[in-house]
């Protein structure tokens, strides 16, 4: 590569991606917080010339419950734990609150704004890695997904598996539809994606520690990594973790850990990608948003003294192809 690359993914979910562990109730600061989040996040991606990747979930695209009642796939997801299955969760109930259920208004809002790219999260906020589930019932989600989509005339070339559970059998499904890229895991044991059940406490206390503390490197990687076939596999580098009052007199290493890593792929010319939920920033909405701008203006300087340019994940998947084609 001629320049080093920031590339961001958000998981634009709402309750879909929390409706498992959390109640509204309990989450709902996070969840009324997220539209003007997602507007004070877009108006930082348009000053700082920030080009993004919001996956984003199918049912959010709904107007209302009817709507969403009406759009079943042929198989639903077939989970051992049906705690998981969103559908049992909606035929479960005669109303869904809007505002952490459906979000028209905020996905045009994105589509209207230059440089952002809006991919896709499943339909239904699909896990590919737990146990009960199977590939065909995959394959219906996204098809679902991709028609939701272009009744807004989006077309779909990137998808961010929920939970981070890419299942490397299931990538079939996605060139079948023709998107293009996914986001992988970082390497490393502690990033192996795994189902709910497989998850260790330890591994999740070490990824909070690498957050603050040079564990595992600045996961970074070159152009030329990227597999050949695709979909391509575009890697995170680091989650974005929301600000903690409680660990708020370590926000400073937290802020050095990723300004350091974005510092060392703009000199060695490689990607960094940063990934976050729109919903993190729903509460604590002035710190997060403060803590975003000093990466981006430190991106600003790594700009002019290294040339480093953002691009969101469709545009590294044309890059990628391009490079295939002249080789």
């Known amino acids: 590569m001629k320049n080093g690359i920031l590339t961001i993914s958000l998981d634009f979910e709402l309750y879909w991606g929390v409706r498992d562990k959390r109640t509204i109730s309990g989450y709902e600061t996070n969840l009324k917080g997220t539209e003007q989040a997602i507007k004070r996040i877009l108006e930082l991606f348009d000053k700082y010339n920030i080009h993004a990747t919001w996956a984003t979930v199918g049912f959010l695209f709904a107007k209302n419950i009817e709507e969403l009642k009406e759009l079943k796939p042929k198989q639903q997801p077939n989970y051992d734990n049906d705690n998981l299955n969103p559908y049992t969760y909606i035929q479960n109930n005669n109303e869904l609150e809007p505002y952490c259920h459906f979000a028209t208004a905020s996905i045009d809002r994105i589509n209207s704004y230059k440089n952002q790219e809006i991919g896709t999260h499943t339909f239904s906020h699909y896990y590919c890695l737990e146990r009960g589930q199977n590939i065909g019932q995959f394959s219906n989600d996204i098809e679902l997904a991709i028609k ?170 044309d890059l990628v192809l391009d490079k295939n084609a002249n080789e």
């Open 148 to 317: 939701i989509s272009k009744q807004k005339n989006i077309g779909i070339k990137s998808l961010v598996f929920p939970r981070n559970q890419w299942n490397n059998e299931y990538l079939s499904v996605l060139d079948k539809h023709k998107i293009t890229s996914y986001r992988g895991n970082e390497k490393g044991w502690i990033y192996k994606a795994v189902n709910e059940s497989d998850e260790k406490l330890t591994k999740r206390a070490l990824r909070l520690i690498d957050s603050y503390i040079n564990i595992t490197g600045s996961n970074s990687y070159n152009l030329s990594s990227i597999n050949t076939k695709k979909p391509f596999n575009i890697p995170s580098s680091r989650f974005l973790r929301p600000v903690s009052k409680k660990l708020f007199r370590f926000e400073g290493l937290r802020k050095r850990r990723i300004i350091n890593s974005l510092k060392q792929s703009a000199k060695n010319k490689e990607i960094f990608h940063l990934w976050w939920h729109p919903h993190n920033f729903g509460a604590n909405t002035d710190e997060n948003i403060e803590f975003l701008e000093s990466i981006l203006s430190s991106f600003k300087d790594m700009q002019s003294q290294y040339e480093m340019q953002s691009l969101n994940m469709g545009e590294i998947s």
